[in-house]
């Protein structure tokens, strides 16, 4: 199943939607929240991508500080996953582990490092 990305880019502060297609999709696989990605992997030449977050496809977040990719019930204390209406509250939430696996169906990333087209014209072309 091909992943769908989220990208922000904090400068502008805009987030643009891109769907990658399966060969690109296979590359991501096994990478880890947190993890800082090169650009021309999914087709984004010279731009630098940190993985922030996502869910998989039944809507559960991928949690920065669980490990594995698998689903998981544990107390969390604040999002992603939870958020508290009063302070000193946890709950026991299911939530993904860190690592992107074939189960996951939107990975969001952030801009680290920019390339020389801009990113807008670069998901047009591969789209």
Do not use: C, W
Not at 2 to 26: H, M, R
Not at 116 to 126: D, F, G, N, R, S
Request: net charge positive; aromatic share 4%.
């Amino acid at each position: 199943m091909p992943f769908k990305l989220v990208i922000s880019d904090p400068e502008s502060g805009e987030a643009i939607q891109y769907e990658l297609d399966d060969a690109k999709t296979n590359a991501l696989v096994g990478k880890t929240v947190g993890e800082i990605i090169e650009g021309d992997v999914i087709g984004l030449p010279g731009y630098k991508l940190k993985i922030t977050g996502g869910s998989d496809s039944s809507g559960f977040p991928i949690r920065f500080d669980v490990h594995g990719s698998g689903k998981k019930k544990v107390l969390i204390r604040g999002p992603p996953g939870f958020r508290p209406q009063r302070k000193g509250i946890a709950k026991r939430k299911t939530v993904r582990g860190r690592e992107l696996g074939p189960d996951i169906a939107q990975v969001n990333m952030r801009v680290e490092e920019k390339g020389a087209a801009p990113l807008k014209e670069l998901i047009m072309k591969a789209a």
